[in-house]
């Protein structure tokens, strides 16, 4: 930070020591002092983080979201945005140019990572019909995924809400089969990858799906009744994605929701997923196991919140 200006970086450091008394008042009274310097502090596990503070307003955690967004749309489809900011621009003007009536498009910034979150910025900018961007000060792996997702479907107050990873890239209209699916009330979940449960392996795995009812989906492309999503949300344990869709999706079924995949191919592809491959391996296993022990100790064993079989 030799960058940074001396006094900016003294009130960050009177800033740790009001966090560490726990006087929060303080805490945020010198956080506007730094944003009014032209600065954004972003707390991490190896201490803050200043960056010149950027053309958008960014909120300090995901608490601070705000609310009532896609209040005209069917379904506001989130992108969750942690770094990566070629894949932004990708993965949006590709959602922009295939993006059937109806449908909103949410960029959640998380943390600004290498300028991710201008690139959501200049889109929102280009698009403003269809592009709606949230700025936060975390990051994902500060946030958590279960967290985040929950305080999106706290802040839509559309009837459908999707969740979708950087690296799924529409080809065509791959979004109008996907809604079409949620005309039968009993649907709470319908997306691009379906999975069922590994029964003969006694739970330890799932395995891709066939079209028609699934036992979970997958978060590559994912779209939930948002009354669903918000009486079931993801495990607010659930810090990184893998395997936190699965758990979810069988908390939706627990709940009584069926999920589908549409019956016809769907026109998208895959790019590399930066968020599994280039992640923190040990933040990624570490917090995988444990959404996966916890899907275990509730779920195994019940057969009959999955789909029928034959």
């Not at 201490?47 to 379904?75: M, N, Q």
């Not at 201008?118 to 889109?123: C, F, G, K, S, T």
Request: one cysteine or more; glycine letters at 8%; a negative charge.
């Amino acid at each position: 930070m030799n960058d940074i200006p001396v006094d900016v970086v003294a009130l960050a450091d009177a800033r740790v020591a009001a966090r560490a008394a726990k006087d929060w008042g303080q805490s945020d009274s010198l956080r506007d002092e730094i944003a009014a310097l032209g600065y954004i502090v972003a707390d991490g596990p190896d201490g803050y983080r200043l960056t010149p503070k950027p053309p958008f307003y960014v909120a300090p955690t995901i608490r601070d979201f705000p609310t009532g967004i896609g209040a005209s749309a069917e379904c506001v489809l989130t992108v969750l945005i942690d770094g990566w900011p070629q894949d932004v621009l990708t993965c949006i003007n590709a959602l922009v140019m295939h993006l059937p009536s109806g449908v909103r498009i949410l960029g959640v910034d998380l943390g600004d990572v290498d300028g991710a979150g201008r690139a959501l910025h200049e889109l929102a900018t280009a698009h403003p019909d269809h592009v709606v961007e949230v700025h936060v000060a975390q990051t994902l792996q500060q946030a958590g995924w279960g967290p985040t997702v929950t305080a999106v479907f706290e802040s839509c107050v559309s009837p459908l809400v999707g969740v979708m990873d950087m690296s799924t890239v529409l080809d065509g209209d791959a979004l109008t089969p996907i809604l079409a699916e949620f005309e039968d009330a009993t649907v709470v979940t319908s997306g691009w990858r379906g999975v069922d449960v590994d029964l003969a392996d006694n739970w330890r795995g799932f395995v891709d799906a066939t079209p028609g009812e699934v036992d979970a989906m997958l978060g590559y492309l994912m779209v939930v009744r948002r009354e669903a999503g918000l009486a079931s949300p993801p495990n607010p344990k659930a810090k990184f994605y893998r395997n936190a869709d699965m758990e979810w999706s069988l908390a939706m079924r627990a709940a009584g929701g069926r999920i589908t995949m549409p019956s016809s191919a769907l026109p998208l592809h895959q790019d590399r997923h930066h968020g599994y491959h280039d992640s923190d391996p040990e933040h990624r296993d570490r917090e995988s196991r444990k959404t996966y022990d916890r899907l275990l100790q509730r779920f195994r064993g019940t057969p009959t919140i999955l789909r029928p079989r034959a």
